[in-house]
C-alpha cells in the first residue's frame, strides 16, 4: 500500500494525517500548505530515506522545485529505475513530538501492537512497548506506562503535558485494523491531537491460532491413579515414580513381569487395572500411543507422560494432541518430571515434599528437581507442581485457566506457542500470576530450543505483554518458592550497608514509619538509630536489642520484617537466630543471615527448626 493510498485509508478509520498532494516525476510543483516535506511513493522504495528520497522542511516553491531534482536524483543514483506508476508526494509539515505506532504479527502472540519514541530514535533508543490487540484500556495504559516516552503524559516536559486519550484511541484503532504489519513513523503528537505523518501497511490474511483454552481442574484432583512402567530397578525413573506413591492406596503399579513392589501389588497389564482416572507414563518413546489406546476403556482423563525422546530430539509427538482432542485427554508432558498434587507425589523428584501455599509450574523439570529439593531445608510446602514438559497438549495458559485455588502461580518459562491463550488466562485468573522467563539471550534460546523443542521468542515482547497483562516478573529462579504478595516491608538491620542495599532492592515496598512508631523504636534502641527505615539498630547489636526492636515492630502493620544479620565481632547470631525459632510474632518475619563462618551455626539452627530464612539480600527480593 503506497502512502496516498494509506492516508486515504486513515481517514476513513477516523485517524488524523496531513494534507497532501501527488505528482508525477517530471510535474511543475506547487503546494498551498508550505512548509512541507516532498517525498518518493513508489512501491521500488521501501525505506526512502535509505535512498535520499526525502527532503523535509521545504518553505516555497523554488525549495520544492530543487527537492524534487534533489530526489530524483538520489534515487537513480541507487540504481533504482523509476517509471511512469511512480509518483511524488508533497505532505504538510507538523511540528510537535515524534512518536511511533505500529503493528506486527507474531508467530507466538498473533497480532501486536507496538508503540514508543518515534523518528530515527525508534531504532537508535528501542524505547517501545508490545500491546496485545485485545488489551482494554487499563492494560494499554500500563505498557504505554513501561516506556520512557510516558512521561510527556504523566509529568510533562518543559512546562507542557500532554494527552493520554490521544494515544490510548489510535492504539484502540490499530487493534481493530486488518494490517498485518504496520509503521507509523513518526506520529507528531501536539499537547491534545495525534497526527500520522509518515506511514507503511501491509495487508495479509491473518491465520488465528487453533488451539483453544483448555478447562481441566481435575488435573489437580487425580482419584484413581495408575503408574504406567512401575521399575524394581533404582537407578530408573519408574522405581523412583513408584516409591514416591507406594503408601497411597489408591495408587495402582503396572509391569508386566513384577508381582509386588514396595509392598503393592502390581498389575501386570493394562487390562487387569480398576477403573482410573489418572494415568503416569514412564515407558520407552515407541509405545506410548498404544499404551494410551489401552488406557482410554479404563476411564482415564488425565494422561502424564514423563518419557522422553519426543519433540526435544526432533521426533513426532502430534499424535499425542490428536488422541488428546479425539478422546477429551488432559496430557501433561512428554518429557516431564511429573506432578504434585492432592497430597500424591506423582514425580521422580525428591520425596521429601509437603503441603504448602506455593503452586509451581516449570518447563524445565531440572529446575524444578532443585527447587523440590531446596524446599523442604527451608520449610517449604507446596499446593501444586506441575511439569509440563513439551506442552504437546496441556499447556501452561490451560493450567492457569484450570486452576481454582487462592494461591498465585509461579511459573519458569523458556519458550511458549499460543501466546494469545496465555494472555486470556492470566486476564481470567483470580490470582496471581509470577513468572520467571529463560531465554534472553541468543544462546539461552538455543538451549531452549535443543531442551524443551520450543524456541523462546522475542524476549522484550514477551516481558512487556505479560507485565502489561499484570504479571509479575521474577528476577530469579528462586522467587518461584515463594507464594507472597508484600507491598509493606520493615528491615531492620545491623549494618547500614546490607539496610541500604535492601532498600535498592525493595524500593517501591519499603513501610513507612509514623512519627509515633519513631518514637516507639526509640523508647528501646540508641540514641543513635537510624531513625528511618530500614531500622540500623547499629552494628553493637546483641540478640536482646534485636528482639526489642521486633517485638515493638511487630505491632506497625507492614506486611512483613525483613530482619538482617551480620557477623560483627561481638554478634552472637546464634542467640538471634534463636528469636525466631522460640518466639511467635503477628507480622510474618523473615531472617537474613549474611556471611560464612560466623553465621554457620546460625543457619544450621534455623535449617532443622525448619524456619525460612535468606543467605543472600537477592533471595529477599526475588519474588517481590
Known amino acids: 500500500m503506497l502512502e496516498s493510498e494509506i492516508y486515504d485509508w486513515l481517514k476513513k478509520e477516523g485517524i488524523n494525517t496531513p494534507a497532501y498532494k501527488l505528482f508525477n516525476l517530471s510535474a511543475e510543483l506547487d503546494v498551498d500548505f508550505y512548509p512541507v516535506a516532498l517525498k518518493i511513493e513508489s512501491p521500488k522504495v521501501v525505506h526512502k530515506s535509505d535512498v535520499g528520497g526525502v527532503v523535509i522542511d521545504i518553505k516555497n516553491r523554488e525549495e520544492l522545485l530543487a527537492a524534487q531534482k534533489t530526489i530524483l536524483s538520489n534515487i537513480k543514483a541507487h540504481g533504482i529505475a523509476l517509471d511512469d506508476n511512480d509518483r511524488l508526494i508533497a ?24 508503540f514508543g519514541t518515534g523518528g530515527i530514535f525508534v531504532e537508535l533508543f528501542k524505547d517501545v512497548c508490545f500491546i496485545d490487540s485485545e488489551a482494554d484500556e487499563e492494560e494499554i495504559k500500563r505498557a504505554i506506562l513501561q516506556t520512557k516516552i510516558s512521561t510527556l503524559f504523566t509529568t510533562g516536559f518543559r512546562g507542557t503535558k500532554y494527552e493520554l486519550t490521544p494515544a490510548i484511541d489510535l492504539i484502540k484503532k490499530l487493534q481493530k485494523t486488518e494490517a498485518s504489519e504496520l509503521d507509523f513513523n513518526p506520529v507528531i503528537l501536539t499537547p491534545n491531537s495525534l497526527t500520522v505523518v509518515d506511514a507503511r ?3 495479509d490474511k491473518l491465520q488465528p491460532q487453533t488451539k483453544k483454552l483448555k478447562s481441566a481442574p481435575q488435573i489437580f484432583n487425580p482419584q484413581k491413579v495408575a503408574i504406567i512402567g512401575a521399575s524394581e530397578h533404582p537407578e530408573k525413573v519408574g522405581s523412583a515414580l513408584a516409591e514416591n506413591v507406594a503408601a497411597h492406596p489408591n495408587v495402582y503399579l503396572v509391569n508386566p513381569k513384577l508381582k509386588t513392589l514396595f509392598g503393592k501389588q502390581v498389575y501386570n497389564t493394562i487390562g487387569a487395572l480398576p477403573d482410573i482416572d489418572t494415568a503416569v507414563i514412564a515407558i520407552p518413546a515407541q509405545n506410548v500411543k498404544q499404551t494410551i489406546l489401552e488406557l482410554i476403556p479404563k476411564g482415564v482423563k488425565n494422561i502424564i507422560i514423563i518419557t522422553a525422546g519426543f519433540k526435544e530430539v526432533g521426533e513426532d509427538e ?75 497438549d496441556i499447556d501452561f495458559a490451560d493450567l492457569i485457566h484450570s486452576y481454582t485455588g487462592s494461591n498465585p502461580l509461579n511459573l519458569y518459562v523458556e519458550g511458549i506457542q499460543h501466546g494469545k491463550n496465555l494472555l486470556r488466562a492470566i486476564r481470567k485468573s483470580k490470582v496471581p500470576v509470577n513468572i520467571f522467563k529463560a531465554g534472553k539471550s541468543k544462546a539461552a534460546q538455543k538451549a531452549a530450543f535443543s531442551h524443551t523443542g520450543n524456541l523462546s521468542g522475542n524476549y522484550e515482547m514477551f516481558v512487556g505483554l505479560l507485565k502489561s497483562v499484570g504479571v509479575k516478573m521474577l528476577s530469579d529462579t528462586n522467587g518461584l518458592l515463594y507464594p507472597h504478595q508484600f507491598k509493606k516491608i ?36 540508641p540514641y543513635n538509630w537510624s531513625k528511618n527505615n530500614p531500622v540500623d539498630i547499629i552494628g553493637d547489636s546483641d540478640h536482646t536489642r534485636y528482639l ?3 517485638k515493638v515492630a511487630d505491632n506497625f502493620g507492614a506486611d512483613a520484617l525483613y530482619v538482617i544479620v551480620t557477623p560483627q565481632h561481638m554478634t552472637d547470631t546464634s542467640k538471634i537466630a534463636d528469636i525466631f525459632t522460640g518466639n511467635t510474632f503477628k507480622t510474618p518475619i523473615f531472617p537474613i543471615f549474611l556471611g560464612g563462618e560466623l553465621v554457620e551455626n546460625a543457619k544450621r539452627l534455623l535449617r532443622e527448626k525448619k524456619i525460612q530464612f535468606f543467605e543472600e539480600l537477592s533471595e529477599g527480593a526475588s519474588f517481590l
Do not use: W
Open 91 to 114: 505532505t504538510q509539515m507538523c511540528k510537535g513530538i515524534e512518536l511511533f505506532f505500529g503493528v506486527v504479527t507474531d508467530p507466538v502472540f498473533e497480532k501486536v501492537i507496538v
Open 201 to 203: 501497511a501491509k495487508f
Open 318 to 392: 502430534v499424535f499425542l494432541t490428536q488422541l488428546a482432542a479425539e478422546h477429551d485427554l488432559n496430557i501433561v508432558g512428554p518429557n516431564c518430571l511429573g506432578v504434585y498434587t492432592n497430597d500424591l507425589n506423582l514425580t521422580f523428584a525428591t520425596p521429601d515434599v509437603h503441603r504448602g501455599p506455593v503452586n509451581l509450574i516449570s518447563q524445565s523439570g531440572a529446575i524444578l528437581a532443585e527447587l523440590m529439593d531446596k524446599a523442604p531445608v527451608e520449610n517449604i510446602g507446596f499446593e501444586n507442581i506441575v511439569s509440563v514438559g513439551n506442552m504437546a
Open 490 to 525: 520493615l528491615v531492620i538491620t545491623n549494618a547500614g550497608g546490607e539496610g541500604t542495599v535492601m532498600s535498592d532492592l525493595i524500593s517501591d515496598k519499603m513501610f513507612e514509619l509514623s512519627a509515633a512508631q519513631l518514637n516507639e523504636l526509640s523508647q528501646v534502641l
Open 548 to 550: 526489642d526492636a521486633i
